[in-house]
Structures are given as structure tokens and as C-alpha cells.
């Protein structure tokens, strides 16, 4: 299995298995390391160069993973209720096989995909990624997957693509948060073209090297790491190539609060809240927002010249 | 004894009241207020433990936010279900509760309030200061905090002594503090407004106990 890592996430920071299955080992063994990267006599005795090396390493060291068990247990998963732990509670009435992933619209391959086809169209890489949530907290996952665009490519978008709409699935049945019309199912999700061949933007079928639980959005998801995490749709079962912006659920539910393009951005606050800061699942004080939560040398080009204070 | 309405006759003097015909119930009676008293730190020895064994989840700040927050609305809603019920069952006794539990909604809502400020801030002003500013449902609910604020200093003996009438005015506040509390509350929520919603409800049919009592007091 090819495991290639995006260029900003060093192999160091991808924790042993052994490790990662015991939260309270692994928690020691984490604030071990940074309590001993962050001792001032350490410090103190580096030249200046090798200070700046350091503070690189400790603001990589800053991004912990979030233990499994969080990132399983506190989930925004509306199919599922409204409630953080209501996902990780009732999505066990989620059947993920058989499962088809509908490929329609501008495309020159349309039809209908059997998930483990998709599953076999690229290995499986190792992502660890920074997921921030509109609502100010964040964690650090490692993800398996590959990119979207392996996808997309497949299917041939035509000339007249330019964007990319995606559903989850409506079932209110598998779904017991469906039966109240909290959001207006099926939940919605869209890309620009390019966005969505962006190399970072993950098709994700797993998690901690696991297969993806229900609640995390089994089987099959997109993690776009410089979005705000309801941009990273869950549970998907239909894909359409548009040529027009499609409207995302989020913001045909509240147009002014969530935006099409919901890149994470610290000067732009939610009408209800600040983005400024964000607090990382585990951590006790917030830490600032970092712009395209930290991605900006790889996406910051595809919005040049936008303003993001209008596209939001 | 028989109480009147409580537009004219003060309420706390109910708390004196004892029936020399009835004194076989006394040691229930007395038994009542300690065991309210207890039943309401309940909440609050839940988070207690639930904190000492790590099950506030992966967010403790959150739902300690969230959990002093629903209590502080709940024991206003309870606070202001006292009268009506005291009127709607004839049971006076209830009335010698209704201090007690006002103070409980002002413990559970500072506690919300110092959690805010304590854990999720941190003390840091210039952001508190900002969202106070700027975020409409801070805004309503740092103001109704500050309304309890008047209520709960005079509520000892000496001030509703000292305050007569005035004080029956001035505790009238604590609707405008609970209308406050559900606005914070709705405004807050991101799509699911059911719970905000149901107390709002519950508010309003108090409230319109309230005002229909009123009406019949005062058309007599």
C-alpha cells in the first residue's frame, strides 16, 4: 500500500498504532514530548536559526492527534440528531454495504458506482488533517483515503462542468434524524471544479487505519481541510457535475451565516460568533485560527483576487 | 388563612404562616424545604461527578456550559410556576420555596456565567468584550444575568422589608430575565429550536397565568 502524506504533516507526527488505542497512554506520551520540545533551557542553548527550526517543530508538535475516542464520540451528524454524542449513539442503523455512489450530470461516464469499486480505483494513503468546525473547535485526524480527483477523474467531466454538488443519503429510516425536517434533506454539499480536484481534498473511507464508523460518515465522505467541517459531506450516495454554483444545505438554511465557500478564514466571523480563535478538542485555553486552517500555501492561489469577506 | 392575590397582599408572609389545627403535618412541612433544597443541587453534584470521572465527554467545556445554562433557565421557569401553582392547588405552602428556588436559578445561571468568563475566555477581556458587544445572544444573555443580579441581593428579609412595595415591582424583573434567558437560548441554537422553543412556551402560558390573574384581581 502506497502511503504518501501532504507536505506539511511530518512522518513524526503520525502516531504508532500501540499508542493511539490507549487514550490515557498515548495522552503521556504526547504531553511528554511537548513538555520536553518546550523547556526554555532546551531553548535557550539553540543559536537563532536552529530557534526558528524549533518553534517550526513545536507548532507541528502543537497538532496533536485527537484521540480516537473523541473523534468518534462528538460529531455534527444532523442525520443522526442534533446532539454531539447522538451520531455515536444511534448511527448503527446505518447499512453501509450495499452501497452505490450515483455519478450524474455534465460528466461523460455517468452512472452507478459500487462503493467497493470505488475502493479499488486508488491505494489508500495516510492523511492527517487539521478539521475545524464553524463552530470554533477542532482535532487533528488521520484519514484514509485518496484524492477525489483519482474519482473524478474516471468519470469525465465534460467542458461544461464547473462545479460539484453532493448528497448524502435521505433515509429516514437508517436515518432517524431525517424524520424531523431540521435541515432540508438530503443534506447538500458543493465544490468549484478545481476545488475538488485540489490534491487535498480527500475521499475518505477511513480513520485511525480503521474503516469509517457510521458516525464519522461511513462509508464513504470528503474531507477538505481548509473548509469548515459541514463542507466535508458525509454518508455520500449521489455526485452531480453542474454547471452552476449549486446551494449547499447550510446555506439555504441560513444564508447569511453560512457561505458557499466556507474556507476557513480568522478575519471573517460568523454573524454569531467569532472565528478568531478555536479550541482544540482536548486542549483547555483556544488557540488563534490559522488562515485556510493552515493550508494556505497549497489553496491560497485558487482564491486570489476573491473577496472573502463577500464569498464567505 | 386564607391568602389573597398576590398583587395585594405580599407573598413572604405566607411563610409565617402555621394553623394551630393542622400540626400533625408540620414535621412534612418542615421536611420540605430541606429536601427541595437538596433535590436542586442535584444538577450541580452530577456535574461534580461526571467531571471527577471524566464523563463530560470530548468537549467538558461545552456541555458544563450547556448544563449550568439549562439548569438556570429551568429553576427561573420553576421559580415563576410557584404562584400559579400555589393558586391553581390551593397548596400555600409551596410559597416558602420560591425564594430558595430563585436562588438556585441565580447560582446555576452565575455559574454558566463563570464558566464563560473562567473556563471557555479565560479572562481574556478583550474577546469577552467583543462578544458582548457583537453577538446579539451574548448581548441578551450577559444582560439578564445582570437583571438577576438587583433580585438576588434583595432577597434577604431585611431588603423586602426595607423595599415594601417596591420590591413586588423590582421582582417582576426576573420575567424580563427568563424572556432573556429563552432569547439567549433560541438565538444561540443552530437549527434545532426545539428546546428553546418548549421553554419559551412554558414562559409564555406563566406569563399569561400571570397577567390573567391580574385582570380577575383587579376587575373585583
Known amino acids: 500500500m502506497l502511503i504518501r502524506r501532504p507536505p506539511d504533516i511530518e512522518t513524526s507526527e503520525i502516531t504508532d498504532e500501540k499508542l493511539y488505542w490507549n487514550r490515557r497512554e498515548f495522552i503521556r506520551s504526547a504531553t511528554g514530548v511537548v513538555a520536553g520540545l518546550a523547556t526554555p533551557s532546551v531553548l535557550a542553548a539553540c543559536g537563532e536559526p536552529r530557534r526558528a527550526e524549533a518553534a517550526e517543530r513545536r507548532a507541528a508538535r502543537d497538532d496533536e492527534l485527537t484521540p480516537y475516542e473523541d473523534v468518534t464520540s462528538y460529531n455534527n451528524f444532523y442525520e443522526f440528531g442534533t446532539d454531539k454524542r447522538d451520531p455515536s449513539r444511534y448511527a448503527g442503523s446505518l447499512r453501509i454495504r450495499p452501497w452505490t455512489v450515483t455519478v450524474e450530470g455534465e460528466v461523460h461516464k455517468p452512472g452507478v458506482w459500487d462503493i467497493d469499486d470505488v475502493l479499488k480505483l486508488s491505494p489508500l494513503e495516510e492523511r492527517v488533517y487539521r478539521l475545524r468546525c464553524v463552530e470554533a473547535w477542532s482535532m487533528v485526524i488521520p484519514w484514509q483515503g485518496f484524492s477525489l480527483s483519482e474519482f473524478i477523474k474516471r468519470v469525465e467531466p465534460t467542458s461544461h462542468a464547473r462545479f460539484v454538488a453532493f448528497y448524502t443519503l435521505h433515509d429516514p429510516e437508517q436515518m432517524p434524524g431525517q424524520r424531523r425536517r431540521i435541515l432540508d434533506w438530503p443534506y447538500v454539499e458543493g465544490l468549484r471544479l478545481d476545488e475538488a480536484m485540489h490534491p487535498l481534498t480527500l475521499l475518505t473511507f477511513g480513520l485511525y487505519g480503521r474503516t469509517l464508523p457510521n458516525q464519522n460518515g461511513a462509508p464513504i465522505r470528503l474531507v477538505i481541510p481548509w473548509k469548515y467541517g459541514f463542507k466535508s459531506i458525509k454518508s455520500i450516495v449521489r455526485v452531480r457535475f453542474l454547471r452552476e454554483q449549486p446551494v449547499n444545505t447550510w446555506q439555504a438554511e441560513a444564508a447569511r451565516e453560512y457561505g458557499f465557500y466556507a474556507n476557513v478564514n480568522p478575519n471573517v466571523d460568523h454573524p454569531r460568533w467569532s472565528q478568531a480563535r478555536e479550541r482544540r478538542i482536548g486542549e483547555f485555553r483556544k488557540r488563534p485560527t490559522l488562515m485556510f486552517n493552515g493550508y494556505a500555501d497549497q489553496v491560497g492561489h485558487m482564491y486570489a483576487g476573491m473577496d472573502l469577506r463577500r464569498n464567505f | ?220
Not at chain 2, 433544597?37 to 444538577?43: D, E
Not at chain 2, 421582582?171 to 429550536?193: C, E, M, N, S
Not at chain 2, 412554558?202 to 384581581?217: C, D
Open chain 2, 1 to 220: 388563612m386564607q391568602i389573597k392575590s398576590g398583587t395585594c397582599m405580599p407573598v413572604w408572609t405566607s411563610a409565617a404562616t402555621s394553623e394551630p389545627g393542622r400540626v400533625s403535618i408540620l414535621p412534612l412541612r418542615r421536611a420540605l424545604k430541606p429536601a427541595v433544597f437538596l433535590t436542586s443541587l442535584v444538577p450541580f453534584g452530577l456535574l461534580i461527578v461526571d467531571f471527577v470521572f471524566d464523563r463530560l465527554g470530548a468537549e467538558p467545556i461545552e456541555e458544563i456550559t450547556h448544563r449550568t445554562g439549562t439548569w438556570g433557565l429551568t429553576f427561573l421557569v420553576i421559580t415563576l410556576a410557584v404562584t400559579p401553582v400555589r393558586r391553581l392547588t390551593g397548596w400555600n405552602a409551596v410559597i416558602r420555596l420560591r425564594r430558595m428556588l430563585g436562588l438556585f436559578a441565580f447560582f446555576y445561571v452565575s455559574l454558566h456565567f463563570l464558566t464563560y468568563i473562567v473556563l471557555d475566555q479565560f479572562f481574556a477581556f478583550s474577546f469577552i468584550l467583543e462578544d458582548v458587544a457583537e453577538r446579539p445572544y451574548i448581548m441578551v444573555g450577559f444582560a439578564s444575568f445582570l437583571l438577576l443580579i438587583p433580585l438576588a441581593v434583595t432577597s434577604t428579609k431585611g431588603m423586602i422589608r426595607r423595599l415594601g412595595r417596591r420590591w413586588t415591582q423590582l421582582h417582576r424583573a426576573i420575567y424580563l430575565a427568563a424572556a432573556g434567558g429563552v432569547i439567549h437560548f433560541l438565538w444561540q441554537v443552530k437549527a434545532d429550536t426545539r428546546r428553546p422553543t418548549i421553554y419559551g412556551l412554558v414562559l409564555v402560558t406563566l406569563l399569561a397565568a400571570r397577567l390573567v390573574n391580574v385582570s380577575k384581581s383587579h376587575g373585583r
